[in-house]
């Protein structure tokens, strides 16, 4: 129904933005990450916008990228989750961190976004990592991604990665360190230079 909205910012809340648009004031529900992003208030501003519809309301959403909406778009496919709580995980990940995280298995970083719990999150890895596709992922990711989703088909990787893990590191930051060494190392030489790469990254 709407698919964007152009407008002048009035209102950059923690939680909702006010676009207003031929004399009309329209409040998005919004991430933490757009309202930061969006631009300044009184300036000309583009949000993408998802309207969702109640029975007892209707609430539209706005968001400053196609990829958070098509990130968004996909959770609240997701059995158990609303928008509120889309809202919520992308207030925590960005859609590249999001999709980092599904093809890493990486369940316990999602449950950083509030109220998300770990079996709600196991349903967004478990339900999501086929559809990693709709995501939209920064060009410069994409390689990262795919480099991550084929350390799980490397025994030494896979290895390596449960090693980082038990180390403290998230599933995903060390799935992304391993994922971009030679899969011909050992499993020792994979956490060595895992641990150089996340120490780089700190």
Do not use: H, W
Request: hydrophobic fraction near 45%.
């Amino acid at each position: 129904m709407l698919y964007n909205i152009k407008g002048k910012l009035t209102v950059a809340d923690v939680n909702f933005i006010v676009v207003e648009c031929g004399g009309i004031g329209f409040k998005c529900f919004t991430t933490v990450n757009t309202a930061k992003t969006v631009g300044e208030i009184g300036k000309e501003v583009n949000v993408y916008t998802y309207l969702a519809v109640r029975e007892d309301a209707m609430d539209l959403y706005g968001f400053s990228t196609i990829a958070e909406l098509d990130a968004f778009k996909l959770l609240i496919t997701v059995s158990g989750i609303g928008p509120k709580a889309a809202v919520a995980i992308l207030s925590e990940l960005t859609p590249d961190k999001l999709a980092l995280c599904i093809a890493s298995g990486d369940s316990k970083s999602i449950t950083r976004a509030q109220g998300v719990g770990k079996k709600t999150a196991e349903r967004v890895v478990l339900e999501l990592k086929d559809k990693m596709g709709s995501i939209s992922i920064a060009a410069d990711n994409s390689g990262v991604v795919a480099n991550v989703l084929s350390v799980s088909e490397n025994e030494n990787a896979a290895e390596a990665v449960e090693a980082l893990v038990a180390l403290g590191y998230s599933q995903s930051d060390a799935a992304m360190a391993v994922s971009s060494l030679d899969k011909s190392m050992s499993v020792d030489e994979m956490i060595r230079f895992g641990l150089k790469q996340l120490a780089k990254n700190l």
